[in-house]
């Protein structure tokens, strides 16, 4: 019988899980579940006779992959894979794959939540500013990037966006006005929404010229990767510019330093939940059990990123 783990140190909703198994059970696979684990050694355990691994954001290192002894499949239920090591993976011939999609709402959404919440200074009483007419520009128009587009319209924004990897008329499509170089992007908008994922190209990528090139009030949103921002630039751009304001899910490692000196100029969640809803763990989930059942049975590697 094959064995699949769920091993989630951030646990999924418990009705995904529930939809999870349904999905396995189906199939006649048996379901293992490791959630809220503290260390690495217990990973190492819980994998150890597995065909088949669903994570989140959980560190799928290359020691990990050395404790597998029959894992087939792993998949990220979610979109961004920079926790797996794929050369690993590729190495023990285990196929990676993530779920493209399945959760871009809700990390949308809570974006916004975040900007609303900042905007009326964490809702303490005094007047605040409103998003209507403001320019928001979309960093890459990916699945997040699109939601972020529909709800911005919904809030009377002037949306805008830039990706180098989405056709223009793509884009022109969903009514967003397209930039051609990040930095006319960063220019002009006083709201960035972050959204390219994190990798040797882009980590770091947004540095000190491109935030302090932004209009007044800016206001940078991340719901990407901590990682994609250059920190040291960042803390020089605060420092500079009274009127810049850092909104992140997932603060920065420089933390407390923003919070000690910039007070009503950040929002930081407490840990990454962006995908945190029943409604996103379910859809990915779902994707990653059948991903599961699809590959072992028919071969299938839609969605293999390695
Ligand atoms: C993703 O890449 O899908 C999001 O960042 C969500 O990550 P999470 O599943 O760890 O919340």
Do not use: W
């Given at each position: 019988?094959?064995?699949?783990?769920?091993?989630?140190?951030?646990?999924?909703?418990?009705?995904?899980?529930?939809?999870?198994?349904?999905?396995?059970?189906?199939?006649?696979?048996?379901?293992?579940?490791?959630?809220?684990?503290?260390?690495?050694?217990?990973?190492?355990?819980?994998?150890?006779?597995?065909?088949?691994?669903?994570?989140?954001?959980?560190?799928?290192?290359?020691?990990?992959?050395?404790?597998?002894?029959?894992?087939?499949?792993?998949?990220?239920?979610?979109?961004?894979?920079?926790?797996?090591?794929?050369?690993?993976?590729?190495?023990?011939?285990?196929?990676?794959?993530?779920?493209?999609?399945?959760?871009?709402?809700?990390?949308?959404?809570?974006?916004?939540?975040?900007?609303?919440?900042?905007?009326?200074?964490?809702?303490?009483?005094?007047?605040?500013?409103?998003?209507?007419?403001?320019?928001?520009?979309?960093?890459?128009?990916?699945?997040?990037g699109r939601f972020v587009a529909e709800i911005a319209k919904g809030f009377g924004m002037?949306?805008?966006?830039?990706?180098?990897?989405?056709?223009?008329?793509?884009?022109?499509?969903?009514?967003?006005?397209?930039?051609?170089?990040?930095?006319?992007?960063?220019?002009?908008?006083?709201?960035?929404?972050?959204?390219?994922?994190?990798?040797?190209?882009?980590?770091?990528?947004?540095?000190?010229?491109?935030?302090?090139?932004?209009?007044?009030?800016?206001?940078?949103?991340?719901?990407?990767?901590?990682?994609?921002?250059?920190?040291?630039?960042?803390?020089?751009?605060?420092?500079?510019?009274?009127?810049?304001?850092?909104?992140?899910?997932?603060?920065?490692?420089?933390?407390?330093?923003?919070?000690?000196?910039?007070?009503?100029?950040?929002?930081?969640?407490?840990?990454?939940?962006?995908?945190?809803?029943?409604?996103?763990?379910?859809?990915?989930?779902?994707?990653?059990?059948?991903?599961?059942?699809?590959?072992?049975?028919?071969?299938?590697?839609?969605?293999?990123?390695?």
């Open positions: 019988m094959n064995k699949v783990l769920i091993a989630t140190e951030k646990p999924f909703a418990p009705a995904a899980v529930e939809q999870i198994k349904l999905v396995l059970d189906e199939a006649g696979y048996q379901l293992e579940i490791l959630e809220k684990y503290t260390g690495a050694d217990e990973f190492k355990n819980a994998i150890k006779n597995v065909d088949a691994l669903i994570v989140r954001s959980d560190k799928v290192t290359s020691d990990i992959i050395d404790a597998t002894e029959n894992l087939k499949v792993v998949v990220r239920a979610g979109a961004g894979y920079d926790n797996l090591d794929l050369e690993a993976c590729s190495k023990k011939s285990i196929v990676a794959m993530n779920t493209p999609g399945q959760n871009s709402n809700a990390v949308a959404e809570l974006a916004f939540g975040m900007m609303i919440y900042h905007a009326r200074n964490a809702f303490d009483g005094t007047s605040g500013k409103e998003l209507r007419d403001k320019k928001i520009g979309i960093h890459a128009f990916g699945n997040v002037d949306v805008y966006a830039y990706d180098p990897f989405v056709e223009k008329q793509e884009i022109e499509k969903h009514g967003v006005k397209v930039f051609e170089s990040a930095e006319e992007l960063y220019k002009n908008c006083q709201y960035i929404s972050l959204n390219i994922p994190a990798n040797d190209k882009t980590k770091k990528s947004i540095d000190y010229k491109i935030m302090s090139s932004m209009p007044k009030n800016a206001t940078i949103v991340n719901t990407a990767r901590k990682e994609v921002v250059c920190e040291e630039s960042l803390l020089k751009v605060l420092e500079e510019r009274p009127d810049f304001s850092y909104l992140s899910d997932i603060a920065p490692d420089c933390r407390e330093t923003i919070e000690n000196k910039y007070e009503g100029r950040y929002v930081f969640t407490a840990k990454k939940m962006g995908a945190q809803t029943s409604e996103a763990n379910i859809k990915a989930g779902i994707a990653a059990a059948k991903q599961i059942v699809n590959y072992i049975e028919k071969g299938d590697t839609t969605f293999k990123v390695n």
